[in-house]
């Protein structure tokens, strides 16, 4: 592929990711200037920021913190980045993957309005009890503006839903 089309490959990727409501995890030496400098550059900054902001779920350091002078730091950084980027997140996401979805499940179609209905109800979170965090995840794809708490007794679902965007899973002995 010609570098030139690269960056717009990736973007397409994580946008036919994002539609599908599959996890998109970014890495790519994203910090890679902070192995010897414990600040990274602006185009790396900035290069964080666009995955947040393109529907990157996660972004994942290497070599920055497996063989860096700061790895600390490093982490602290893209933490912060991606803290802030999130805040900036275009929220009428849900809509637009309403509007363009042709076919809609009725599982699908229930969750879909949940996440319309909270996000013009400003509720505080949405809760999803889930056995093999399905449900939480299409809950993400929408990408709602507030919390999505999974509850589940799986131990197992609830480490893998900490890849999943805006998920905070809770693990409780029984549903």
């Keep these: ?55 990157t779920d996660a972004v994942m350091l290497s070599a920055e913190t497996a063989i860096g002078s700061y790895p600390a730091a490093c982490v602290s950084t893209v933490a912060s980045i991606c803290v802030f980027a999130e805040t900036q997140f275009e929220h009428d996401f849900s809509y637009h993957l309403v509007e363009h979805q042709r076919v809609m499940s009725a599982v699908e179609g229930v969750v879909a309005s949940s996440v319309l209905t909270a996000n013009a109800m400003e509720a505080g979170l949405i809760l999803s009890l889930t056995d093999s965090g399905r449900t939480a ?31 905070y899973p809770v693990l409780v002995g029984t549903l």
């Design 137 to 167: 995840r299409m809950v993400s794809k929408y990408r709602p503006r507030l919390p999505i708490y999974a509850v589940t007794n799986h131990k197992e679902v609830a480490n893998q839903l900490c890849l999943t965007n805006g998920v």
């Design 1 to 55: 592929m010609p570098l030139e089309k690269v960056g717009i490959a990736e973007k397409m990727i994580i946008e036919m990711c994002n539609a599908a409501g599959k996890p998109v995890i970014t890495a790519a030496q994203l910090l890679s200037s902070m192995e010897e400098n414990p600040r990274p550059t602006r185009a790396e900054c900035a290069d964080v920021t666009n995955a947040v902001l393109d529907g």
